[in-house]
């Protein structure tokens, strides 16, 4: 089993910068998946961003060339940098992990909520 929480969330106005950070229970070495999913209200969940066991990332297009997810298994922490936000990056922001390849992987932290007023 695997307990995530994350933490970070909050209120910014557009423009600006938030930085979400994700701790697992158990060291991340051992951990393939790790990533961020965010759902707004009315709205599927949907993948913002993973990175896995080997450093590959992988960005929602929405996301692309403003957040950057970062991995420490020394720490066993997942960040994500959120840059230059949006209004309609405005929801509740999840941490997940899985030892697998699919995703989303099978644990998930509880949510932070990430609200951008314009």
């Known amino acids: 089993q695997v307990q995530l929480v994350e933490s970070g969330g909050g209120l910014v106005q557009a423009g600006g910068s938030l930085r979400l950070s994700c701790v697992a229970s158990v060291s991340t070495f051992r951990i393939n998946i790790m990533g961020w999913y965010r759902q707004a209200p009315g709205k599927q969940r949907e993948l913002v961003a993973t990175?896995?066991?080997?450093?590959?990332?992988n960005y929602a297009d929405s996301v692309k060339g403003r957040f950057t997810i970062s991995r420490d298994n020394a720490k066993n922490t997942v960040d994500l940098q959120m840059n230059s936000l949006k209004p309609e990056d405005t929801a509740v922001y999840y941490c997940?992990?899985?030892?697998?390849?699919?995703?989303?992987?099978?644990?998930w932290g509880q949510g932070t909520q990430v609200t951008v007023s314009s």
């Open positions: 997940n992990a899985g030892y697998g390849s699919y995703i989303p992987g099978n644990y």
């Open positions: 990175t896995s066991s080997g450093g590959r990332t």
